[in-house]
């Protein structure tokens, strides 16, 4: 079982930067894959950002990628959505989500537990 609590989320200013913290409760974290995704108003939740177990590779969707960076620290049981140039169609509610498979999934559905998720807003 792994508890997934996110924090760092906000109101920002187009062109700003936020930090999302997600801790993980338990001693198997470095066992997951670690995945950021997002849920916009009115849309589907969708894939943002996705780390493996040791944290050597990262995958990023197309319209992130160069503005978003996911990393983690395993002795932390913490995984980081560091986000820059924000705007305002990053307006979300972001979840990190944890997979017990060892690649990198781009599927919600493949994610065993989830975070209750932080509010992103970015105002033009």
């Known amino acids: 079982q792994v508890q997934l609590v996110e924090s760092g989320g906000g109101l920002v200013q187009a062109g700003g930067s936020l930090r999302l913290s997600c801790a993980a409760s338990?001693?198997?974290?470095?066992?997951?894959?670690m995945g950021w995704f997002r849920q916009p108003p009115g849309k589907e939740r969708e894939f943002v950002a996705g780390i493996d177990r040791s944290g050597g590779s990262t995958y990023y969707a197309d319209s992130v990628k160069g503005r978003f960076t996911i990393s983690r620290d395993n002795a932390k049981n913490t995984v980081y959505l560091q986000m820059s140039s924000l705007k305002p169609e990053d307006t979300a509610v972001y979840y990190c989500a944890a997979d017990s498979y060892y690649r990198v999934s781009f599927v919600a559905g493949e994610y065993d537990y989830w975070g209750q998720g932080t509010q992103v807003t970015v105002s033009s």
């Open positions: 338990g001693r198997t974290f470095r066992g997951y894959a």
